[in-house]
């Protein structure tokens, strides 16, 4: 999909040259539609891509970031699981999923034989939202090009979101999560399957739902 086709899908107004009198809201805009365009300059070089991102001001949440979470494992893993935003220990440490959520991810990845240095494991944004607020359509629009050049180093075999904000950004849905989870999709040019399930985040204040992260869990298995 190309990217004017996410902007129009997320309602935000493509770019195109107006008059003088443009307005400010007119004007960030533009500058989103450049920010997507350069994805095509930046590297392919995985140290320089990180070096990139950790340097980026592109977006408001630079302001009040203490770290950019990059991601963490394997750069040439099979499995590739995207969250959707660094929360406050995140951003402390500079590292995706290292609270509560973390541990309860790192223990379900455990029960099918996985572990964090076999995998790559990143998020949509790479700065997080002030008291871990959702990513805005903009913020979203603008840091992606930086996990689609992720998704384009490792080639996954098998990409897993986790949570509403990246399912519904990869597959430019809003269906709920119940009616995601447990189908296969597939994801870019090169049609890599794609799988939907909880955030451990939501199975901490859920529990009830566990049962059925399993069975996600035993999905995921079956592919890899």
């Not at 309602?11 to 400010?24: F, H, L, M, Q, V």
């Not at 379900?108 to 359509?137: H, Y």
């Not at 080639?155 to 269906?175: D, E, M, S, W």
């Amino acid at each position: 999909m190309e990217k004017v086709d996410y902007l129009r899908a997320m309602e935000i107004d493509c770019w195109e040259k107006r008059s003088s009198s443009t307005n400010s809201s007119t004007n960030t805009e533009s500058n989103l539609t450049r920010n997507l365009v350069e994805e095509s300059s930046l590297s392919n070089n995985w140290q320089e891509l990180a070096d990139t991102i950790a340097n980026c001001t592109k977006c408001e949440l630079h302001k009040s970031r203490r770290n950019t979470v990059f991601g963490i494992g394997d750069p040439n893993a099979d499995l590739l699981i995207i969250g959707e935003a660094p929360g406050a220990t995140e951003d402390a440490q500079g590292e995706p999923f290292v609270g509560r959520a973390g541990k309860l991810l790192d223990n379900m990845l455990l029960s099918i034989g996985l572990q964090r240095s076999n995998i790559f494991i990143a998020n949509i944004l790479k700065c997080r939202p002030p008291q871990n607020r959702d990513p805005s359509p903009k913020e979203v629009a603008t840091c992606t090009p930086y996990l689609t050049k992720q998704i384009e180093h490792i080639k996954p075999k098998l990409i897993v979101t986790v949570g509403r904000i990246a399912a519904h950004f990869l597959l430019n849905t809003n269906l709920s999560m119940a009616k995601l989870r447990g189908h296969s999709y597939e994801y870019g040019e090169n049609k890599t399957p794609l799988l939907v399930t909880y955030h451990p985040a939501y199975l901490l204040r859920s529990p009830g739902e566990k049962a059925k992260a399993y069975q996600d869990l035993q999905l995921i298995k079956s592919y890899l």
